[in-house]
Protein backbone atom coordinates (compact mmCIF):
# COMPACT_ATOMS: atom_id res chain seq x y z
CA UNK A 1 0.00 0.00 0.00
CA UNK A 2 0.80 3.48 0.22
CA UNK A 3 3.54 4.71 2.39
CA UNK A 4 5.54 7.70 3.90
CA UNK A 5 9.07 7.20 5.19
CA UNK A 6 10.88 10.25 7.24
CA UNK A 7 14.09 9.05 8.32
CA UNK A 8 14.92 11.40 10.61
CA UNK A 9 13.10 12.08 14.04
CA UNK A 10 14.79 14.71 15.55
CA UNK A 11 16.89 17.23 14.25
CA UNK A 12 19.03 19.75 16.23
CA UNK A 13 20.61 22.54 14.11
CA UNK A 14 21.85 26.14 15.11
CA UNK A 15 20.45 28.90 13.64
CA UNK A 16 21.80 29.69 10.46
CA UNK A 17 23.02 26.73 9.12
CA UNK A 18 21.39 24.62 6.33
CA UNK A 19 18.64 21.84 6.08
CA UNK A 20 17.33 18.82 4.78
CA UNK A 21 15.02 17.03 5.92
CA UNK A 22 14.43 13.49 3.95
CA UNK A 23 11.20 12.13 2.73
CA UNK A 24 10.74 8.96 0.50
CA UNK A 25 7.21 7.47 -0.80
CA UNK A 26 6.01 4.31 -1.80
CA UNK A 27 2.95 4.34 -4.28
CA UNK A 28 1.24 2.61 -6.72
CA UNK A 29 -0.62 5.71 -8.20
CA UNK A 30 0.89 9.28 -9.61
CA UNK A 31 2.10 10.47 -6.81
CA UNK A 32 0.90 14.04 -4.96
CA UNK A 33 3.45 14.76 -1.94
CA UNK A 34 2.97 17.30 0.27
CA UNK A 35 4.96 18.95 3.28
CA UNK A 36 3.11 20.23 6.76
CA UNK A 37 4.71 21.84 9.68
CA UNK A 38 3.33 21.74 13.02
CA UNK A 39 4.28 24.91 15.76
CA UNK A 40 3.46 23.37 19.30
CA UNK A 41 -0.38 23.58 19.73
CA UNK A 42 -1.22 24.00 16.40
CA UNK A 43 -3.11 22.60 13.77
CA UNK A 44 -0.50 20.62 10.75
CA UNK A 45 -0.88 24.03 8.09
CA UNK A 46 0.53 23.35 3.96
CA UNK A 47 3.88 24.03 3.53
CA UNK A 48 4.19 22.55 0.01
CA UNK A 49 3.07 20.38 -2.19
CA UNK A 50 4.10 18.77 -5.28
CA UNK A 51 3.21 16.29 -8.34
CA UNK A 52 5.80 17.69 -10.78
CA UNK A 53 8.79 15.41 -10.95
CA UNK A 54 11.89 17.38 -11.26
CA UNK A 55 10.77 20.90 -10.45
CA UNK A 56 11.40 22.62 -7.41
CA UNK A 57 8.58 24.51 -5.54
CA UNK A 58 9.16 26.62 -2.70
CA UNK A 59 7.54 28.80 -0.02
CA UNK A 60 8.56 31.13 3.26
CA UNK A 61 12.32 29.66 2.21
CA UNK A 62 11.40 26.51 2.18
CA UNK A 63 12.46 24.54 -0.57
CA UNK A 64 11.71 20.48 -2.47
CA UNK A 65 11.64 18.82 -5.94
CA UNK A 66 9.91 16.07 -6.49
CA UNK A 67 11.99 13.44 -7.72
CA UNK A 68 10.15 10.15 -9.45
CA UNK A 69 13.05 8.19 -10.13
CA UNK A 70 13.98 8.06 -6.47
CA UNK A 71 10.76 8.23 -5.07
CA UNK A 72 11.63 11.16 -3.17
CA UNK A 73 10.58 14.55 -1.63
CA UNK A 74 13.08 16.28 0.73
CA UNK A 75 12.51 19.25 2.10
CA UNK A 76 15.27 22.07 2.35
CA UNK A 77 15.97 25.35 3.50
CA UNK A 78 19.31 26.96 3.02
CA UNK A 79 19.40 29.14 6.51
CA UNK A 80 17.37 27.88 9.71
CA UNK A 81 15.62 30.43 11.98
CA UNK A 82 14.59 29.97 15.15
CA UNK A 83 10.32 30.31 14.45
CA UNK A 84 11.14 27.34 12.02
CA UNK A 85 11.31 25.33 14.98
CA UNK A 86 8.29 22.45 14.77
CA UNK A 87 7.25 19.57 13.55
CA UNK A 88 7.25 18.70 9.90
CA UNK A 89 5.61 16.00 7.91
CA UNK A 90 5.36 14.38 4.77
CA UNK A 91 2.60 13.03 3.00
CA UNK A 92 1.30 11.40 0.15
CA UNK A 93 -1.95 11.62 -1.20
CA UNK A 94 -3.76 8.20 -2.52
CA UNK A 95 -6.22 7.47 -5.00
CA UNK A 96 -9.04 8.53 -2.76
CA UNK A 97 -7.60 11.51 -1.66
CA UNK A 98 -6.34 9.94 1.50
CA UNK A 99 -3.73 11.95 2.91
CA UNK A 100 -0.59 9.35 4.29
CA UNK A 101 1.61 11.13 6.35
CA UNK A 102 5.22 10.06 7.64
CA UNK A 103 5.87 9.64 11.33
CA UNK A 104 7.35 13.46 11.43
CA UNK A 105 10.91 14.91 12.12
CA UNK A 106 11.05 17.35 14.95
CA UNK A 107 13.03 20.43 14.30
CA UNK A 108 14.58 22.35 17.12
CA UNK A 109 16.78 25.28 16.08
CA UNK A 110 18.76 26.94 18.58
CA UNK A 111 20.88 30.11 19.18
CA UNK B 1 -12.50 31.11 4.36
CA UNK B 2 -13.55 27.98 5.96
CA UNK B 3 -13.42 26.64 9.34
CA UNK B 4 -12.77 23.25 11.00
CA UNK B 5 -14.34 22.98 14.39
CA UNK B 6 -13.51 20.10 16.69
CA UNK B 7 -15.13 20.42 20.27
CA UNK B 8 -14.75 19.40 23.26
CA UNK B 9 -11.29 20.88 23.02
CA UNK B 10 -10.02 18.70 25.82
CA UNK B 11 -11.81 15.35 26.72
CA UNK B 12 -10.75 13.53 30.26
CA UNK B 13 -12.61 10.19 29.96
CA UNK B 14 -12.17 6.98 32.50
CA UNK B 15 -10.97 4.16 31.50
CA UNK B 16 -13.68 1.59 29.65
CA UNK B 17 -15.69 4.92 28.73
CA UNK B 18 -17.28 5.29 25.69
CA UNK B 19 -16.18 9.31 24.25
CA UNK B 20 -17.41 10.78 21.18
CA UNK B 21 -15.66 13.97 19.44
CA UNK B 22 -17.26 15.46 17.30
CA UNK B 23 -16.10 17.95 13.98
CA UNK B 24 -17.67 20.40 11.74
CA UNK B 25 -16.80 21.71 8.83
CA UNK B 26 -18.13 24.53 6.56
CA UNK B 27 -15.59 24.55 3.49
CA UNK B 28 -18.44 22.19 2.20
CA UNK B 29 -16.02 19.53 1.39
CA UNK B 30 -16.83 16.23 0.87
CA UNK B 31 -14.14 14.24 2.48
CA UNK B 32 -13.07 14.82 6.16
CA UNK B 33 -10.49 12.38 8.28
CA UNK B 34 -10.00 11.61 11.67
CA UNK B 35 -6.37 11.40 12.82
CA UNK B 36 -4.93 10.27 15.92
CA UNK B 37 -1.57 12.42 16.90
CA UNK B 38 0.52 10.94 19.96
CA UNK B 39 3.01 13.07 21.85
CA UNK B 40 5.81 14.61 19.42
CA UNK B 41 4.81 11.95 16.87
CA UNK B 42 3.31 11.61 13.06
CA UNK B 43 -0.72 11.57 12.29
CA UNK B 44 -2.01 8.41 12.08
CA UNK B 45 -4.99 7.62 10.29
CA UNK B 46 -8.36 6.43 12.20
CA UNK B 47 -11.15 6.74 9.88
CA UNK B 48 -12.08 8.86 6.61
CA UNK B 49 -15.43 9.29 4.23
CA UNK B 50 -15.69 10.33 0.47
CA UNK B 51 -19.07 11.61 1.34
CA UNK B 52 -21.95 11.40 3.41
CA UNK B 53 -23.24 8.12 4.76
CA UNK B 54 -19.72 7.12 3.33
CA UNK B 55 -17.13 5.54 6.19
CA UNK B 56 -13.60 3.90 5.62
CA UNK B 57 -11.04 2.34 7.62
CA UNK B 58 -7.74 3.41 8.37
CA UNK B 59 -4.60 1.84 10.12
CA UNK B 60 -6.08 2.75 13.22
CA UNK B 61 -9.71 2.01 13.32
CA UNK B 62 -9.47 -0.51 15.86
CA UNK B 63 -11.12 0.51 19.11
CA UNK B 64 -12.75 3.56 17.56
CA UNK B 65 -16.37 3.92 15.50
CA UNK B 66 -17.14 7.01 12.91
CA UNK B 67 -20.50 8.60 12.14
CA UNK B 68 -20.93 11.08 8.97
CA UNK B 69 -24.49 11.63 9.07
CA UNK B 70 -24.16 14.64 7.18
CA UNK B 71 -21.73 16.60 5.02
CA UNK B 72 -20.77 18.89 6.85
CA UNK B 73 -19.93 16.87 10.60
CA UNK B 74 -17.80 13.59 11.27
CA UNK B 75 -17.89 12.21 14.92
CA UNK B 76 -15.43 9.85 16.22
CA UNK B 77 -16.39 7.62 18.63
CA UNK B 78 -13.76 6.27 21.28
CA UNK B 79 -15.48 2.67 22.29
CA UNK B 80 -13.62 2.10 24.94
CA UNK B 81 -11.02 4.04 26.76
CA UNK B 82 -7.53 2.53 27.79
CA UNK B 83 -6.05 3.76 31.14
CA UNK B 84 -3.13 6.17 31.01
CA UNK B 85 -4.15 7.05 27.19
CA UNK B 86 -3.27 10.58 25.77
CA UNK B 87 -3.40 11.55 22.54
CA UNK B 88 -4.18 14.85 20.12
CA UNK B 89 -7.24 13.36 17.96
CA UNK B 90 -6.95 15.77 14.90
CA UNK B 91 -9.95 16.39 12.09
CA UNK B 92 -9.67 17.60 9.03
CA UNK B 93 -10.88 17.91 5.70
CA UNK B 94 -10.37 17.83 1.95
CA UNK B 95 -11.40 19.03 -1.59
CA UNK B 96 -9.03 17.33 -4.46
CA UNK B 97 -5.71 17.43 -3.26
CA UNK B 98 -6.20 20.61 -0.60
CA UNK B 99 -6.49 19.61 3.37
CA UNK B 100 -7.50 21.72 6.25
CA UNK B 101 -7.74 20.21 9.91
CA UNK B 102 -8.66 21.59 12.91
CA UNK B 103 -6.93 22.40 16.28
CA UNK B 104 -7.99 18.93 17.49
CA UNK B 105 -9.38 17.43 20.73
CA UNK B 106 -6.81 16.38 23.29
CA UNK B 107 -7.84 13.11 24.95
CA UNK B 108 -6.35 11.89 28.74
CA UNK B 109 -7.46 9.43 30.39
CA UNK B 110 -7.59 8.23 33.86
Known amino acids: GDSVTQTEGLVTLTKGLPVMLNCTYQTTYSPFLFWYVQHLNEAPKLLLKSSTDNKRTEHQGFYATLHKSSSSFHLQKSSVQLSDSALYFCALVSNYNVLYFGSGTKLTVEP | GGIITQTPKFLIGQEGQKLTLKCQQN?????MYWYRQDSGKGLRLIYYSITENDLQKGDLSEGYDASREKKSSFSLTVTSAQKNEMAVFLC?????????FGKGTRLTVV
Open chain 2, 92 to 100: ASSIRTEVF
Open chain 2, 27 to 31: FNHDT
